[in-house]
């Protein structure tokens, strides 16, 4: 699972709520992502990240904001969460040209 | 922009037999393709790199082809099992970044 974990693991908000995830990595990856997966639309990239305080827009960033203090931590937030990223969210890392992804967080926006 | 097709259509396989995953871009040329797996509640997994000088590439039972003419590749489970049931997704480089764009997936079953 190339040391990445993902918490919560599960969460039920409401809207309107800010909510934050958390990726964590232990082997010091330069690059980090994160993706939304919803049927029909596949992994679509929101964030990622190429270093500390190096951050980018994906296809569908409208909505969250992601920060990197530190190598090990990504975090993705909902400012202001809504029922359409009610979706579930994973985080992968890139080595050399691959990319190895967490367990993923489901999120349910009532 | 780059699109990436794969069958949206679910591909049931009797064990033993030879599954073909198809997978389309359009608007695109990659450096590489990737192939991953994803079972239900889980993240996706890396299976197999192809580049696009590579015709072929194999790992144990599975075969990977890459035509940058037709702008495809198929991935092959040869002899396959219950076992191989998951979700199948390819991946593309996008060209000058460290950034995949991903097909939706097609969910293989194979029965015994």
């Known amino acids: 699972d190339a040391g990445i974990t993902q918490s919560p693991r599960h969460k039920v908000t409401e809207t309107g709520t800010p909510v934050t995830l958390r990726c964590h990595q232990t082997?010091?990856?330069?690059?980090m992502y994160w993706y939304r997966q919803d049927p029909g639309h596949g992994l679509r990239l929101i964030h990622y990240s190429y270093g500390v305080k190096d951050t980018d827009k994906g296809e569908v960033s409208d909505g969250y904001s992601v920060s990197r203090s530190k190598t090990e931590d990504f975090l993705l937030t909902l400012e202001s969460a809504t029922s359409s990223q009610t979706s579930v969210y994973f985080c992968?890392?890139?080595?050399?040209?691959?990319?190895?992804f967490g367990p993923g967080t489901r999120l349910l926006v009532l | 922009s780059q699109k990436i097709e794969q069958n949206s259509e679910a591909l049931n396989i009797q064990e033993g037999k030879t599954a073909t995953l198809t997978c389309n871009y359009t608007?695109?040329?990659?450096?590489?393709l990737q192939w991953y797996r994803q079972d239900p509640g889980r993240g996706p997994v890396f299976l197999l790199l192809i580049r696009e000088n590579e015709k072929e590439k194999r790992k144990e039972r599975l075969k990977v082809t890459f035509d940058t003419t037709l702008k495809q590749s198929l991935f092959h489970i040869t002899a396959s099992q219950p076992a191989d049931s998951a979700t199948y997704l390819c991946a593309l480089d996008i060209l000058n970044t460290d950034k995949l764009i991903f097909g939706t997936g097609t969910r293989l079953q194979v029965f015994p």
């Open positions: 082997e010091n990856h330069r690059y």
């Open positions: 992968a890392i890139m080595e050399g040209e691959t990319q190895y």
């Open positions: 608007n695109y040329s990659p450096a590489y």
